[in-house]
């Protein structure tokens, strides 16, 4: 039986499944009422051009690994190596810092703590459970991508309701004010706030590897894109205001945020805050579903055009990414289980792993951006059912202003700015960073080897790019200006 195909509301509906994530809402909140300034800015800075540059890329290459692609046809194939690696360390902790949250929400609807090992036979069921429905083809599953985005949304609105109304009968925390809405430049976590609202409007390009699972990817990509985006800006920023009436914004905490302001607002253990922590976890598990098959399927072909491990490209008789996916498992597996020696250390695994997910999630958007230009460049010809409107000064700007707030964001995310006791605890995550980016180039130096070898070994030519005949993995090199001495 053929796979279902998305229709333009599933594909919606994925969209703001990948992109908003109920757990990000704590975070944000955090920031205070000053975040409607930072999510309204972004929106026009960052989310904006993201999504135009994707609804382009996406409509004009559809070839199923998205952004991979896109950064390997105009950039090369190292910057591709890395595109893909980046991409999967990203999803892996991210899948690991997830399934942390889960024995910790599921111990504050019983009202009691679990054994450790209870906790990690939930954790691992979580995580391999992921794994077998990520196997799935999407058109199969995207009920379930559905129901995770409609589960978010009402959940946002019941908790913003549920903060305004506390806010107005108990006080709120922070007046709602429009000087309270504006940012403090003096302060030192701004550019901090800049990493977290970017971070939270990631993920529109997993749509664009769905292409062969919808019935009309490029009519429906762009407005879903656009329509999905403005509704997420509108949901984050009323849930957010919402939480941040009732929880002083100091006083949240990052990891179960959600759970504490409904716990304060209607009480532990109360209804409403049962159906929240119960919502909480389905909405992980839909979260993880849906973006899944994008990674599998940039570290799939990847793998199959010698870019990685060979694991990477194992799928099975129906041709789904098997080996992909198990990887996702055994490593986000291995991290949680790593837990109780880096807690030892001082080390919380939800905030590693979550620290590692931010930092590579933003550096593997960076090539993206380049990447559109590029291909405008030497690809003028090829048909753009979607085009970036405005011209070249527009389109650059559309590019380089994300790079350099992605950048930026990296920049603070993980290097220690000063001397203080804030600044220097992030030093644990700069060796992190520089230890997964030194394996990348290590795993891409074997893998171009092993492939190089194994080509030679069979008398086969290994994959190119797909743009033409003749384009080859390098860069086009200009031509070599002529001599004085040269003859005509």
Not at 334 to 351: I, M, N
């Amino acid at each position: 039986m053929a796979a279902r195909k998305l229709r333009f509301r599933d594909v919606i509906l994925s969209i703001i499944c990948v992109v908003f994530t109920i757990e990000a809402c704590a975070p944000a909140a955090a920031i205070g009422n000053s975040a409607v300034f930072w999510w309204l800015f972004l929106l026009v800075t960052f989310l904006m051009p993201y999504g135009f540059v994707v609804a382009e890329l996406g409509t004009t290459y559809a070839e199923g690994a998205g952004v991979y692609e896109w950064v390997r046809d105009a950039m090369g194939r190292r910057w591709a190596t890395r595109e893909a690696w980046y991409y999967w360390v990203n999803y892996f902790t991210w899948l690991a810092s997830i399934t942390v949250l889960f024995p910790t929400t599921i111990n504050g609807i019983l009202g009691f703590e679990m054994p450790l090992w209870v906790e990690i036979l939930i954790e691992m069921a979580f995580i391999w459970f992921v794994v077998w429905t990520s196997m799935q083809e999407v058109g199969d599953i995207s009920w379930i991508m559905n129901s995770g985005a409609i589960l978010n949304v009402v959940m946002a609105v019941g908790i913003g309701c549920l903060g305004i109304w506390y806010g107005s009968t108990h006080g709120f925390a922070e007046p709602l004010t429009p000087q309270s809405m504006m940012p403090d430049l003096t302060d030192g976590n701004a550019l901090t706030y800049l990493s977290i609202i970017i971070y939270n409007y990631m993920g529109c390009e997993v749509i664009a590897t769905f292409v062969d699972s919808m019935d009309n990817p490029e009519k429906d990509m762009p407005k879903a894109i656009i329509g999905g985006g403005l509704t997420i800006v509108a949901v984050y920023l009323f849930v957010s205001l919402g939480i941040s009436t009732a929880v002083p914004h100091d006083q949240i905490n990052l990891d179960s945020g959600i759970a504490d302001a409904v716990a304060i607002m209607a009480g532990e253990r109360s209804l409403p805050f049962m159906l929240v922590s119960v919502g909480f976890l389905l909405s992980l598990f839909a979260n993880m579903i849906s973006w899944s098959h994008g990674v599998s399927s940039v570290t799939n072909q990847a793998a199959k055009e010698g870019n990685l491990p060979r694991i990477y490209a194992k799928e099975d008789a129906k041709g789904r990414h098997v080996g992909s996916c198990v990887m996702n498992g055994i490593c986000a597996s291995a991290l949680v289980l790593a837990k109780p020696l880096l807690e030892s250390v001082g080390v919380g695994v939800f905030s590693i792993a979550l620290s590692l997910d931010i930092v590579f999630t933003l550096a593997a958007y960076v090539p993206m951006f380049p990447a559109f230009l590029k291909l405008r460049e030497i690809d003028p010809d090829r048909k753009r059912p979607f085009r970036v409107p405005g011209g070249r000064v527009m389109t650059s700007l559309f590019c380089w202003v994300p790079v350099v707030e992605l950048v930026v964001s990296i920049v603070v995310a993980c290097i220690p700015l000063n001397g203080s006791a804030d600044e220097l605890s992030k030093i644990p995550l700069l060796i992190g960073v520089v230890i997964v980016i030194v394996l990348g180039e290590v795993i891409r130096h074997v893998s171009y080897g092993r492939a190089t070898t194994r080509a030679e070994i069979l008398g086969i030519e290994l994959p190119k790019a797909k743009m033409g005949p003749d384009v080859d993995w390098r860069r086009p090199r200009r031509p070599r200006r002529p001599k004085s001495g040269d003859k005509n």
